[in-house]
């Protein structure tokens, strides 16, 4: 049973415009979400976060958007560069929890 | 330069050995975890330890072993009973519960 679903194994963007990445999840339970980037043969790296007492949070050229009626976040990256061709996970978490449950990953590829 | 290490970066397995990945961080981290990835597929938790002497089985532990006898080591050994072993695993840690992983470059192993 997946609990977080990112149903686009893979995005093509233009250079210089909008990135829209897609998650969601099944766990109403789930109060924290984070997204990361990832390199092939490399670990990820921490992109952004949000806490569900949040709809919005914002980093620069990142922001994710919680829509917890839906249980649904995506993940805008305005403009779009060439060095954000990478894998993106969505992972969740609840409560007092150790644990992050990932999505399947996203691989977004920017056109130039 | 603080972060995490992990080493080596590939590894080779002979049906019926033991082999030991290393993962060492100097982030003072409390919390750490080992993920196995592999193609086309999120993270999934081996083990996790959010403190020293103490570790926590994941979603697939089964065919590994961990042990925490210092803060800032965290070894996991792939023993011959994990049948299918060739992955890319990944080794993180956080400073607590829902805080952010970071996570290290990973080593990918291979059955011979």
């Known amino acids: 049973d997946q609990q977080v679903k990112q149903n686009s194994p893979s995005l093509s963007v233009q250079e210089g415009r909008i990135s829209i990445l897609n998650c969601d999840y099944t766990?109403?339970?789930?109060?924290?979400f984070l997204w990361y980037k990832k390199y092939p043969a490399e670990g990820p790296t921490f992109l952004i976060s949000i806490s569900s007492i949040k709809d919005k949070n914002e980093d620069g050229r990142f922001t994710v958007f919680l829509n917890k009626s839906a249980k649904h976040l995506s993940l805008h990256i305005v403009p779009s560069q060439p060095g954000d061709s990478a894998v993106y996970f969505c992972a969740a978490t609840s409560g007092s929890n150790y644990q992050l449950i990932w999505g399947a990953g996203t691989k977004l590829i920017i056109k130039p | 330069d603080g972060g995490i290490t992990q080493s080596p970066k590939y590894l080779f397995r002979k049906e019926g050995q033991n082999v030991t990945l290393s993962c060492e961080q100097n982030?003072?981290?409390?919390?750490m975890y080992w993920y196995r990835q592999d193609p086309g597929q999120g993270l999934r938790l081996i083990y996790y330890s959010h403190i020293v002497n103490d570790f926590q089985k994941g979603d697939i532990a089964e065919g590994y072993s961990v042990s925490r006898e210092k803060k800032e080591s965290f070894p996991l050994t792939v023993t011959s009973a994990q049948k299918n072993p060739t992955a890319f695993y990944l080794c993180?840690?956080?400073?607590?519960?829902?805080?952010?992983?970071?996570f290290g470059p990973g080593t990918r192993l291979l059955v011979l």
């Open positions: 982030l003072n981290h409390d919390a």
């Open positions: 993180a840690s956080s400073t607590g519960q829902q805080e952010t992983q970071y």
């Open positions: 766990n109403s339970m789930f109060d924290y």
